[in-house]
């Protein structure tokens, strides 16, 4: 797994389920090419830690000694709605920074991102694809 190899500390398994704006799955949820969920995999890095220092200091990691640290974070949570254009996940920066600590802004490591947010790295293909000017109106 790269979560060890990057000294991430699994944080939980959230699921974004796509609806139509009717609110019925965007697909069966059994077809192998187009599922209508994605899974969100949550992890953590303390801050000022190298990566391997991170790892080593918790090999095993009690999510019930995590979970303070990280104020409350559901191990498993479902989000569900109508997906954006190309299949864009909602943004969950600000949902997630209610769980983390401190009163810092929130930094992510999106993988697979279409697009960019604010504080975060976007990693993929495709995180570049919405930042034409077509998608932006002028100000007046």
């Known amino acids: ?3 060890p190899a990057w000294g991430v ?3 939980g398994t959230w699921y974004w389920l796509k609806v139509r704006s009717s609110g019925e799955i965007i697909s069966d949820l059994d077809l192998t ?4 969920y994605e899974c969100l995999l949550l992890g953590y890095i303390f801050p000022g830690s190298t990566s391997e ?6 090999p095993e990691v009690d999510m019930a000694k995590l979970s303070p640290v990280l104020k409350g974070l559901p191990d498993r949570h479902v989000l569900i709605s109508i997906p954006g254009d190309h299949s864009r996940k909602p943004p969950v920066g600000l949902l997630l920074s209610s769980y983390a ?5 929130v930094r992510g ?5 279409r697009e960019l947010n604010a504080d975060w790295t976007s990693w993929g293909n495709e995180p ?3 930042q034409h000017t077509k998608y932006f109106t002028a100000r007046k």
């Open 33 to 36: 090419h187009h599922r209508p």
């Open 53 to 58: 220092a991170a790892w080593k200091s918790f």
């Open 101 to 105: 600590p401190g009163s810092t802004t």
């Open 109 to 113: 490591l999106e993988l697979f991102a």
């Open 1 to 3: 797994m790269l979560f």
């Open 128 to 130: 570049l694809h919405f």
């Open 9 to 11: 500390i699994n944080a």
